[in-house]
């Protein structure tokens, strides 16, 4: 009974909603059809999370309670995080399905003539 309101609700909603159009904001970025590209967590950020994802205007990492999200401010280097766990549920740590053709590459350290040096 409570699953048929619901969706009742949330038809008459959108329906309402459908007749007008979103408004638009000049501080909304335009949608970038470029794909979210998964890489596993290979030392580059902390063991907690398994996979990250970068965008232009956010970083996600994802690990086996949830996602934690930066979002990037462009006006310096800051970020706003917000992380999403779900109280209760079952903690499953995110696993591939499939490489992708690309391949990601950190160079680590301050110097380009030995990059591992840290120097």
Do not use: W
Not at 34 to 42: G, Q, Y
Not at 45 to 68: I, K, M, N, P
Not at 80 to 87: D, G, K, N, Q, T
């Amino acid at each position: 009974m409570f699953k048929r309101i619901m969706s009742a609700a949330v038809l008459s909603s959108c329906a309402a909603c459908a007749s007008q159009p979103a408004p638009q904001s000049a501080t909304i970025p335009p949608q970038v059809s470029v794909p979210l590209i998964f890489e596993r967590n290979a030392g580059q950020t902390a063991d907690e999370y398994d996979y990250l994802a970068h965008t232009t205007t956010y970083d996600a990492a994802f690990h086996a309670r949830g996602v934690t999200f930066a979002l990037k401010n462009s006006a310096d280097d800051d970020a706003s995080i917000v992380a999403l766990e779900f109280p209760g549920a079952r903690a499953i740590r995110p696993t591939a399905q499939a490489p992708l053709a690309g391949r990601v590459n950190y160079l680590r350290g301050s110097s380009a003539h030995d990059p591992d040096s840290n120097s």
